[in-house]
Nanobody, 121 residues
Framework: QLQLVESGGGLVQPGESLTLSCAASGFTLDYYAIGWFRQAPGKEREGVSCISSKGSSTNFADSVKGRFTISRDTAKNTVYLRMNNLKPEDTAVYYC??????????????WGQGTQVTVSS
């Protein structure tokens, strides 16, 4: 069974950092692009970041550029989203998903269950 599981969310204060993990089971992450998405209450889901297969390229939403980084750990079959200088507007449920084409283009599949990130003082 192909599955992605997110973890690492939590409650932090503005300016603090979190690292989200997206762990895969049933397939090798290296062959696929992995995207991070988020959905805040009452808002549509939006793309946050994506890393192509084998990490050859990355992209970020304008709202997180310079604050978030994305990386892979092949040995752990995991993709990470490092979030620095968090802002209240980053509050959302964060999801990861796989692009089987490897190029960070939709459609994405095998969505995880999501992890809640709350930024509040």
């Amino acid at each position: 069974q192909l599955q992605l599981v997110e973890s690492g969310g939590g409650l932090v204060q503005p300016g603090e950092s979190l690292t989200l993990s997206c762990a895969a089971s049933g397939f090798t992450l290296d062959y696929y692009a992995i995207g991070w998405f988020r959905q805040a209450p009452g808002k549509e889901r939006e793309g946050v970041s994506c890393i192509s297969s084998k990490g050859s390229s990355t992209n970020f939403a304008d709202s997180v550029k310079g604050r978030f980084t994305i990386s892979r750990d092949t040995a752990k079959n995991t993709v990470y989203l490092r979030m620095n200088n968090l802002k209240p507007e980053d509050t959302a449920v964060y999801y990861c998903a796989a692009d089987w084409g490897g190029n960070c283009r939709p459609p994405f599949g095998s969505w995880g269950q999501g992890t809640q990130v709350t930024v509040s003082s």
